[in-house]
């Protein structure tokens, strides 16, 4: 394998023992194909592919060639699928290392689709060129949002078709995470009553992410504190740009913080808080306004796992985690206030901002107005405009919001300069992503190249993109798959 690529790995997680994981490599492909490569994420990795040659390329990313220093493993995980706790482990991926870049920053390199292991119960292991494209647009889509994710360096095809409900093209999706441990993998080891793996996990988890909690007199218990606030920070972010998770399962939800996952997510258009996308979720349990509390029910899962090892007296373990867990609805509550007020420009507190800024949310509710869209109205940029913002309801709600933004001595320049860093002027719509997917299959991706380039830049105003900023009224009822 040539090295000139500067692949730097150290496969920590593989060093652990077999309980975490599988060794498994890849199977092979027929016909590799690379489809398209993140040169952004590869500068940041200081990995270089320019001197590698196409077929070599396809070959390094669907895992027909491994790196050198790889090591390949399928790792064990549980989890809470919308309640029902299963056993379930990395059924069609494979973690090909974790690399180190020049600052030593580490980054697990995963491969998405690429076979079966000992975890896939009964999929083929294999994945979708449609949903891999998906993940990895939604994705970066999500980063250049300024919120914490997984990202994708490159999707490849695999030159066979799999089975669905009808045939599609496979392909591998290469994912880099700061770590694939989820709160299912604490969940997997607790469920096997070993406390001795349980504290090896911890320890891992605290060295690779959390190293302030080095001497920390009670890890775990700091572990779930820490977790909490990271967990509130993702979930205030997605509901800040109206992003739904659509599978905020146990096991899908990571240890460092980042969103993982793409498969029936999508953003919100009309404003409207029971909003689900996905197809599965007849009861909208991962619905837009029940992130929060599911984000809660995690953790508590997430707080189960750590009792052996927060206290060896079980009561007082439970009544310490309960207490964190407690804690939970007050803080998540300060920081989407808070971050509401950033939407909206204002600055300091009053005690009325929460009556205004509910004020907003039901009016945009009650009339079906695009949630991204109103904010980009209130920040005076063309483009956004909209009969619906003659109604007099709303023009009655933006002369009280235009008293309370010039309070506190802010100025138009501070106000509009604040907002505009937390409002994007551009998300994934839906009708664009499905667009640009079926042109993906077959086989022009120039609309989602398109597309990928524009959501690039989500803060900053772009020319001629009319189209991409509007929902689709006409199309029925926006559904989405899992993905598999
Ligand atoms: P996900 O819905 O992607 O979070 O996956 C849930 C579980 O199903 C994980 O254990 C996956 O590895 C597994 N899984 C999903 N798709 C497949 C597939 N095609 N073959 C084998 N396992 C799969
Ligand atoms: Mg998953």
Request: with cysteine.
């Amino acid at each position: 394998m040539n090295n000139t690529i500067n692949w730097n790995f150290d496969n920590s997680y593989s060093r652990l023992s077999n309980v975490f994981k599988e060794h498994i490599e890849p199977t092979a492909v027929k016909n590799p194909e690379l489809v398209l490569m993140n040169e952004d994420l590869a500068e940041e990795l200081n990995l270089d592919f320019s001197k590698i040659d196409k077929s070599e390329l396809a070959a390094l990313f669907t895992g027909n060639i491994l790196p050198e220093g790889s090591n390949t493993i399928a790792q064990a995980y549980a989890g809470h699928q919308f309640g029902h706790f299963t056993m379930l482990g990395d059924g069609r991926a494979v973690l090909i290392g974790e690399h180190l870049n020049k600052n030593n920053k580490r980054y697990d390199v995963q491969f998405k689709g690429s076979g079966k292991t000992a975890f896939s119960r009964n999929g083929d292991g294999r994945a979708a060129l449609g949903p891999m494209l998906r993940e990895y647009i939604i994705s970066e889509a999500m980063y250049k949002l300024n919120i914490p994710s997984t990202r994708g360096l490159a999707v490849a095809k695999t030159g066979e078709e799999i089975m669905r409900e009808t045939q599609l093209q496979g392909a591998i999706l290469t994912r880099v995470a700061s770590s694939h441990i989820r709160v299912g993998t604490f969940q997997y080891v607790a469920a096997r009553n070993k406390k001795n793996d349980l504290e090896i996990l911890l320890n891992y988890v605290i060295k690779r992410h959390y190293l302030d909690l080095i001497n920390s007199k009670n890890k775990a218990l700091d572990l779930l504190n820490l977790l909490i606030d990271r967990q509130i920070d993702l979930v205030v972010n997605w509901m800040r740009v109206g992003f739904i998770h659509g599978v905020m399962n146990t096991d899908n939800m990571t240890i460092s913080g980042e969103t993982i996952d793409y498969g029936p997510c999508a953003f919100m258009d009309t404003y409207d808080p029971k909003t689900v996308f996905s197809s599965i979720d007849a009861m909208g349990r991962y619905a837009y306004c029940n992130q929060p509390a599911i984000t809660k029910w995690n953790l508590s899962r997430f707080a189960e796992c750590l009792i052996p090892l927060i206290d060896k007296n079980e009561n007082k373990a439970v009544e310490s985690a309960t207490e964190l867990i407690d804690t939970f609805g007050e803080k998540y509550e300060k920081k989407w206030l808070n971050m509401m007020r950033k939407k909206l420009g204002l600055k300091g507190e009053d005690k009325k901002d929460k009556f205004l800024i509910v004020d907003l949310l039901t009016w945009m509710h009650q009339k079906k107005v695009d949630y991204t869209n109103t904010f980009c109205h209130l920040m005076n940029l063309k483009d956004y405009d909209d009969d619906l913002y003659n109604d007099n309801d709303f023009q009655n709600w933006k002369k009280n919001w235009q008293e309370r933004v010039k309070s506190n001595n802010n100025s138009p320049e501070n106000y509009i300069k604040l907002m505009r860093s937390f409002n994007p002027l551009v998300i994934p719509r839906n009708h664009k992503i499905e667009k640009s997917l079926e042109a993906a299959n077959k086989n022009n991706l120039e609309p989602f190249n398109k597309l990928l380039e524009i959501l690039k830049k989500p803060y900053v105003q772009q020319e001629n993109i009319l189209d991409y900023l509007k929902m689709d009224r006409s199309s029925k009822e926006y559904k989405t798959f899992c993905g598999t």
